[in-house]
């Protein structure tokens, strides 16, 4: 059976509203979602739109939710972020003048209080007018992945890559070239735990519908031929931002629900795997 035929076991999560609410990474114990929910707290006032949300589980519930502080705030939009393994050095996104078109900056938590973060800086990847989206780091913290609609692509917007050295600083990103890209949009990369795994959300034609989340084996050098992962986890509907937090469970965000349709997150279970590992011991 291939990966792509797998079952999921899908659950929408309970904090979800009306606003939109789609995942972007882990940080710590807590799930970070980009909403533009109203939140009724003075320290809000003035902020913009898109927010940067922490939530943390408790138990078969969820937190109230929190807003990221210090370099995270802002009357700009804030979208994707993705933190190193340590915790001590980040990479976000967030809009300049043009509402929609992002920017790529860093960051380093201070040595001095562990909830802030200074030497904020912005990261040019592309000429003014291009939008840099949805960082991913890997594990090792070696490679940063992104999209954008920069020129040179395949059409609409690429995802790219681009090393990270141990100081911090980036080098220059590249294409991740035609095995990945199509003259249709990918965007939202991220990696499985152990960096074998790429996935991204596209609205190529192998779509079920809008953007479905695909897949390709790597070695962070080279990539396989993208699969769909099938209509246990894709809709007619958009799914964004697949997050892997073990070998059989993570999140992903849609606009599925149909009372909604709006950025909804929600967490899966790949059933189908412990039912191979219930098989394979019955064998032994």
């Known amino acids: ?82 933190f190193n393994k340590n915790g001590t050095q980040v990479f976000f996104t967030k809009t300049l003048s043009t509402p929609n078109t992002y920017a790529l900056f860093t960051a380093h938590k201070s040595t001095s209080y562990n909830h802030l973060w200074r030497d904020e800086k912005q990261i040019i990847v592309a000429a003014s007018g291009f939008s840099i989206e949805n960082p991913w780091l890997s594990t090792d913290g070696k490679l940063l992945y992104f999209s954008s609609n920069m020129p040179g692509g395949f059409g609409g917007y690429d995802l790219y890559a681009v090393q990270v050295f141990k100081n911090g600083v980036i080098g220059k990103p590249y294409n991740l070239g035609a095995q990945i890209n199509s003259s249709a949009n990918e965007n939202f990369p991220s990696l499985n735990p152990d960096n074998t795994q790429l996935y991204f959300a596209s609205d190529r034609k192998e779509s079920i519908g809008g953007y479905d989340i695909f897949y390709a084996f790597t070695d962070t050098k080279s990539y396989s031929a993208p699969k769909n992962m099938g209509a246990a986890i894709n809709s007619v509907s958009n799914e964004i931002r697949f997050i892997p937090t073990s070998s059989t469970s993570g999140y992903f965000s849609s606009n599925k629900n149909s009372l909604s349709r709006t950025m909804n997150v929600y967490a899966y279970e790949k059933v189908a795997a412990a039912a191979e590992f219930s098989t394979s011991s019955q064998q032994d």
Not at 11 to 21: G, H, I
Not at 37 to 61: A, V
Request: aromatic content about 10%; hydrophobic content about 35%; proline content about 2%.
């Open 1 to 82: 059976m291939s990966s792509a035929d797998n079952t999921y076991a899908v659950t929408e999560l309970s904090f979800n509203t009306a606003a939109d609410e789609y995942a972007t990474c882990m940080y710590q114990k807590s799930l970070v979602v980009v909403s533009n929910r109203k939140l009724n707290r003075r320290t809000i006032l003035g902020q913009s739109d898109y927010k940067l949300l922490g939530f943390t589980q408790q138990k078969s519930t969820w937190s109230v939710p929190y807003l990221l502080p210090g370099v995270f705030t802002g009357k700009t939009n804030h979208g994707g972020i993705t």
